[in-house]
């Protein structure tokens, strides 16, 4: 705990659910009570303000005073970072920091909206801010929100229950028979079950928002999935609508047809009276939720009467008009006959008619569909869905088993077949109770029976009319539910603005936030598929894209729970993870057994909004399990790679690219970027110069601001970046540190220090001591020095980080702002550009294990350079020149680098010209001791403080490959002054015995005045091309 100091300032006692102020604490010190004795007065906000590190401070007894608060809802609400502070909670800094207390703050202490007032009854924040308003105004509305009997459960089984049930089940049990019936209810149950436990698990692991299907698939699998699935998911609900209603339509236009009451004609009677009903049932829907539950209630209650009619039926004795339609009540024979199967016509198969029973068993999303409007989605979506499965699948085990058990499979309808029972001629079941329906099913012209008579329900029942009436409920009420599931699934997606041009939709109306234009846009697309009056075609792949979520849904909880994310951890614990892969493959087996084309169809719209997303990447972050997915990948196989030992052939440059911040050198970061994308790891450090307390805030602020920028640039980078006392330190952190596993740097690639001349003889020595470490340290290097220098601050107008070109602008201190790091205009560079038919010269002088090679091979493989002629040139003896050139070849052709160009410089070893010595002479003057060329120990005396400066002995010691540079730029102006890059094997200074000023001099005089960008680069001496297969 983090005790608090005690500040003498007497005030009056408050008390606030068990929270107080630092003053009222010493008050009730001052006043003689301890902190838990009682107190008169309401309140722990005290009139006076405090202050702590920026944020209310609030304080909780434990029989010492201190900054720490106990759990509550608020600090956890609305949190999605990891990083993110919960509100009201102390931060990190606040416990352990050095704590600054401050009196006289403009903002009060328990301000009305303030943490510690909030918490104060446990509610979340924002209901409080709602609660506080304005002055005057009165309290909003409570909305409308539902239980999980008249929210969920009665919201599915009407959805379920459908035409199906009344006019299709008793024509399948007569085909299928009971035995295989059953089979198929139970197939189509532990699908949806399944998937139903699966929801259950999505809905109960965290806080269910609007959105229904598409929020759970969403937020589980990630935006790519979800989104592509919540637009065909509402699409298909809105069509449904279409479906519902025609079905209805139909029924009614076959009543007006039996009494000749036909409005027009039967095609338009179906287009009137579906445009009139969808029109109602809108109606119904925008008067809000608790109008259209009514409605369902309403609705509800027809089809449990209808189906209590049934059953009554079953039970009262048949009339002679029934017997003659093949109703016998309960009979043992009956339902040993109707047991087994009696396959009839081009559906009578066991898959045909499965594919027509399953789309009945669907409609188990209804109640996740409104996830927004109920009381509490966690605990309502599991009850709810799962009892609507059992009492639906209950209703059509008993259905199948007693109208299989009451009704023959042939009847003829006519009452002249009555017959003595035992009459001769008379074959089949129905003759044993009086009646000869032999004639007609001989000739297959029964017009009734379970295998003729679609209506066999409303016969067998006790008032026909309350089965139409339950028809009507049926279909009227799935119309309904897919009506309101559609807007509601739309109005999330539009909000989350996954697809352009559909935001218009998302906003909400009322207390509720109905989506009335989303309402709107489903009664255009119902009407129009109404209007069509001929849904054959589009109902399979309707069916298709609820099997779609389905499969989706099952895949979501198996993956988010294969990938053991800590955060997976859903209240509902009746589920298995392999039951969801077996609910997902079965789902889309399903798909195909009901239609191929049609399941095509839905799979190519699927992947096609998946790509669109994929492309476009919206900025989103939910926590999907696809982001734990891909953490687990990433450390298995990083995990993996230690295991094996490297090898040459699978050699790539990993390179820690000392950029500073990396929008400064946005030229280094191109260069490096374009050979190590998708190809290896790269790197971007970053040296905070300063004290370790001064400098981490900067460093957390900065650091998303740095990677968003690389995201931007299209850079597969990761920054990073150390608080040191100085730059080669924290180049030594970072050589040391970076990376992870057999995934870390091999290559120091960094700026040339082109004020080295002007700047601090310190940082100097530092730009040097890095080289050697690096190599200490077996990485290779690359140095890379542009004409127009690299440090792009100045013209950026920002201030540069103290790193290589501290001291180059010393009136520049600080840091960019963080917040418009990534929205910053990107500079260009030459690596942005198309290099044409240049050439890229390679000079290749010393043999550093193929380093030198390899980096410009891999720039020339990406398209920008590809066009670029590469050359290589090394030094060779003028009266050897074919042989070398030859042997170069040769070499060069093992690698399969694809170089063909081959140049030997025979007059490497020409003395320089005159006047390019003396320039490099005049260049280290300013930098030489002058010592005579005196003894080791006076040298050493007089370099005291000074390791920089350079002796005569040490100038005369590399007098020859002092002048080789010279010679080396000579040859480079001579030969790749027009040259898109141009790469050379960078000199190696002895560490203690060549002087970090002397060797800048040669870096200086090897690469000055060249157009072309110049790469310095030396390995570390091992190799990294083989010609070798193994």
């Not at 929100?145 to 399948?172: A, D, E, Q, T």
């Not at 109707?338 to 198969?349: K, L």
């Not at 924290?730 to 057999?742: D, P, S, T």
């Amino acid at each position: 705990m983090a005790e608090l100091p005690i500040p003498e300032l007497p005030t009056a006692p408050a008390r606030c659910s068990g929270r107080f102020t630092i003053s009222t604490l010493l008050g009730m010190e001052e006043s003689g009570r301890g902190p838990y004795a009682p107190t008169e007065g309401a309140g722990c906000d005290s009139t006076q303000p405090t202050h702590l590190s920026g944020s209310t401070l609030c304080t909780r007894t434990f029989g010492y005073n201190t900054v720490d608060v106990v759990p509550a809802y608020e600090h956890y609400a609305n949190s999605k970072g990891v990083g993110d502070a919960g509100k009201g909670r102390p931060s990190l800094a606040d416990l352990h920091s050095i704590l600054k207390v401050r009196w006289g703050s403009a903002v009060p202490l328990a301000s009305p909206a303030s943490p510690c007032h909030a918490r104060s009854n446990g509610l979340p924040e924002a209901g409080l801010e709602e609660a506080a308003g304005e002055p005057g105004r009165a309290p909003a509305p409570e909305p409308v929100r539902f239980g999980w009997v008249k929210g969920v459960m009665i919201r599915c089984m009407l959805n379920i229950w459908g035409v199906i049930l009344y006019l299709r089940l008793p024509w399948i049990t007569a085909q299928a028979g009971i035995a295989l019936t059953w089979l198929i209810i139970l197939m189509s149950v532990t699908v949806t079950t399944i998937t139903g436990l699966s929801i259950s698990a999505i809905s109960t692991n965290g806080k269910v928002k609007s959105g229904g299907t598409y929020f759970l698939i969403s937020r589980s699998l990630g935006p790519e999935l979800g989104g592509s699935i919540g637009l065909i998911f509402a699409f298909a609900n809105a069509v449904a609508v279409a479906m519902h209603t025609v079905g209805f339509a139909e029924t009614v236009r076959d009543l007006l047809q039996e009494h000749n009451s036909l409005i027009v004609d039967p095609t338009n009677d179906i287009r009137i009276i579906g445009v009139v009903t969808v029109t109602v049932l809108l109606g119904i829907s925008l008067a809000g939720m608790e109008w259209e539950a009514k409605a369902q209630i309403l609705f509800f209650l027809v089809i449990l009467v209808s189906f209590i009619n049934y059953l009554v039926g079953t039970v009262i004795p048949a009339t002679a008009e029934k017997q003659a339609k093949g109703f016998f009540s309960y009979r043992a024979d009956i339902f040993a006959q109707n047991f087994v199967p009696s396959w009839r016509g081009p559906e009578g198969s066991f898959f045909g008619l499965f594919s027509i029973f399953f789309p009945s068993a669907t409609g188990i999303l209804a109640g996740a569909n409104i996830s927004g409007d109920l009381k509490d989605p966690a605990v309502a979506i599991p009850k709810g869905t799962l009892m609507a499965i059992f009492w639906t699948t209950v209703s059509y085990l008993v259905l199948s088993a007693t109208i299989g058990a009451c009704v023959v499979r042939d009847a003829s309808g006519s009452l002249n077949d009555s017959v003595a029972v035992g009459s001769p001629g008379c074959e089949g079941l129905a003759c044993s109770f009086g009646w000869n329906f032999t004639a007609c099913a001989q000739r297959q012209s029964c017009r009734y029976g379970l295998s003729n008579y679609y209506q066999s329900m409303s016969m067998v029942s006790g008032f026909g009319p309350l089965i139409t009436a339950g028809i009507f409920g049926a279909t009227l009420s799935s119309a309904l539910a897919c009506l309101v599931s559609a807007p509601k699934v739309f109005q999330c997606l539009c909000r989350d603005q996954l697809y352009p041009l559909i935001g218009f939709f998302g906003k909400g109306y009322g207390r509720n936030s109905e989506p009335i234009r989303g309402y709107m846009l489903t009664y255009v697309i119902a009407i129009g598929f109404i209007l069509i009056a001929e849904l054959n075609a589009i109902a399979p792949i309707i069916s298709n894209f609820f099997l779609c979520s389905y499969a989706l849904i099952n895949f979501s909880c198996f993956h988010a729970s294969i990938t053991n994310s800590p955060g997976w951890r859903p209240s509902f614990q009746y589920y298995s993870k392999w039951a969801a892969l077996f609910g997902a493959t079965i789902s889309v087996v399903i798909m195909f057994l009901l239609t191929w084309w049609a399941a095509l169809i839905a799979f190519g719209i699927v992947i096609f909004l998946l790509g669109y997303v994929l492309y476009k990447k919206p900025d989103v972050n939910w926590g999907s399990s696809m982001q734990a997915s891909s953490y687990n990948m990433a450390l298995s196989y990083s995990v993996g790679l230690s295991e094996v030992d490297e090898h040459i052939k699978n050699y790539r440059p990993q390179c820690l690219v000392l950029t500073g911040p990396p929008n400064f050198r946005p030229a280094l970061v191109d260069f490096v970027g374009t050979f190590t994308k998708n190809l290896s790891l790269m790197l971007c450090g970053n040296v905070l110069i300063g004290p370790w307390k001064q400098k981490m805030p900067e460093s957390r602020l900065t650091a998303d601001g740095h990677t968003k920028w690389l995201m931007k640039r299209k850079i597969k980078a990761f920054y990073v970046d150390v608080v040191a006392e100085d730059l080669r330190s924290g180049v030594q952190m970072l050589i040391q540190a970076a990376g992870l596993g057999k995934m870390r740097p091999n290559i120091l690639v960094l700026g040339y220090k082109r004020n080295w001349q002007t700047a601090s003889p310190q940082s100097l020595e530092d730009y040097v001591g890095i080289l050697h470490d690096a190599f200490d340290f077996k990485y290779g290097v690359c140095l890379m020095r542009m004409k127009e220098g690299l440090n792009v601050s100045r013209v950026m107008q920002a201030h540069v980080n103290p790193t290589f070109e501290a001291a180059e602008h010393p009136e520049e201190n600080g840091t960019a702002d963080p917040a418009a790091l990534a929205g910053e205009q990107q500079a260009s560079t030459v690596f942005q550009s198309e290099q044409g038919k240049k050439t890229i010269d390679i000079y290749w002088l010393f043999d550093d294990g193929g380093l030198t090679l390899l980096i410009p091979y891999l720039l020339g493989r990406k398209k920008r350079w590809g066009k670029c002629k590469i050359r290589v040139f090394v030094g060779g003896q003028i009266n050897r020149m074919d042989e070398e050139r030859k042997a170069i070849v040769s070499l060069l052709s093992k690698f399969r680098l694809g170089f063909h160009e081959v140049h030997i410089l025979p007059d490497i070893n020409q003395k320089p010209r005159p006047e390019h010595i003396k320039r490099f002479d005049d260049l280290i003057a300013p930098f030489r001791l002058n010592d005579g060329f005196k003894d080791e120990a006076v040298v050493n005396e007089m370099r005291q403080g000074c390791p920089w400066k350079i002796s005569d002995e040490e100038v005369d010691k590399n007098r020859a490959k002092s002048l080789r540079q010279v010679r080396l730029n000579e040859i480079l102006l001579d030969y790749s002054q027009d040259a898109a890059l141009v790469a050379i094997t960078l000199p190696v200074g002895r560490k203690g015995r060549c002087p970090s000023s002397l060797y800048m001099a040669w870096l200086e005089t090897l690469s000055q005045d060249l157009r072309p960008p110049v790469i310095l680069t030396r390995g570390n001496q091992e190799n990294v091309l083989t010609f070798y297969c193994q």
